[in-house]
């Protein structure tokens, strides 16, 4: 059948849990199929054309006028001004960029606009998204090693084979309790790998540092034999309030930039915009770009290292007597 709605999602926890969420609450409103499939930075490029005749829905990811349902808390969610100018909240699209994580907002949505029963594990998948999309660990020890069950999957899914494996998982999220999800064999399997290459990421990182300067972290782990830990610029440097630097990408290299959850800047920068102008995007406290090739990718993040540098530098200076 080729008019079953496709309900795509970003490839990450909080994507997943809004790909189950949304066809669960649309099998049990309005009885809708859907199967669903992810959807990643590359495929913005053609974005106009993405999925001719096609039904599909789109979650956490990039507005798209023809999606039959959207939602989405990203506040770049709009690649150009005529799609902001397409997009009026309905009973089908709704973009929240107050919201931390992508379920809370389709669940209310869902519970307002549908008439949906929300079960009492989408709310705990939906209050585990916050914390793992927003970085809301308790502190950066829970965010590398806390065990709790939506934290053994969200770990788990760094070491996702393939698309075949996040639908699978996807599909578990439609049925499963997130407990019953993290023990899966398939799931702890998964999560006991990707433990191990923590564990390996964090003896790697330290000699990926080139500066720490004024509170900002620059390291280049663009090596394809660097593991990558997400946090482990703050497990080894908590002192510091951003980190910058390169990492590779099956087609290249990616700048990411992030502040310190722990250790808040003084400053008011949104990362998000300032990788827009590096043909990126992102939320306030972190955001990521792919320039074309390691130089260039470099000399962003050096960029967006000193852009921060200057701004920490001048806010000290400002609140001296
Ligand atoms: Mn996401």
Redesign the pocket.
């Known amino acids: 059948m080729t008019d079953r709605l496709c309900i795509h999602y ?1 490839r ?1 926890f ?2 997943m849990v809004s790909a189950a969420v949304l066809a669960v609450a649309l099998k049990r409103t309005r009885g809708e199929d859907a199967t669903w499939s992810d959807i990643n930075y590359d495929q913005r490029s053609d974005w106009e054309n993405f999925r001719p005749g096609q039904r599909f829905a789109i979650v ?1 990811f990039h507005f798209h006028p023809r999606a039959e349902y959207w939602f989405d808390h990203h506040p770049t969610t709009f690649l150009t001004d005529a799609l902001r100018a397409a997009y009026v909240p309905n009973e089908r699209w709704r973009w929240d960029e107050t919201s931390p ?2 379920p809370p907002l389709i669940l209310r949505h869902a519970i307002e606009h549908w008439g949906f029963q929300a079960d009492a594990r989408f709310t705990e998948m939906a209050y585990w998204s916050d914390i793992v ?1 927003a970085a809301r660990y308790k502190d950066v020890e829970q965010a590398i090693f806390g065990d709790e069950p939506a934290l053994r999957v969200a770990r788990a899914l760094t070491v996702a084979p393939n698309s075949d494996w996040l639908n699978q998982v996807v599909g578990w999220m439609t049925e499963d309790t997130l407990d019953a999800l993290a023990h899966r064999a398939e799931v702890d399997k998964a999560y006991s790998r990707a433990s191990k290459n923590r564990d390996r990421a964090l003896q790697q990182f330290p000699p990926t540092v080139e500066s720490k300067k004024d509170g900002v972290l620059f390291y280049d782990a663009s090596s394809p034999n660097i593991r990558r830990e997400r946090f482990a610029p703050f497990y080894h440097h908590p002192d510091i309030h951003y980190a910058v630097g390169v990492i590779p990408t099956r087609q290249g290299f990616h700048v990411s930039c992030g502040q310190n959850p722990w250790n808040p800047p003084p400053i008011d920068m949104h990362i998000g915009e300032i990788m827009e102008r590096y043909g990126g995007g992102g939320h306030k406290a972190v955001g990521g770009a792919n320039p074309p090739d390691l130089p260039a990718a470099r000399r962003a993040a050096a960029e967006i290292a000193e852009k921060l540098r200057v701004s920490l530098v001048a806010a000290a200076k400002a609140a001296r007597p």
């Open positions: 970003h990450d909080d994507g956490d994580s992508c999309d």
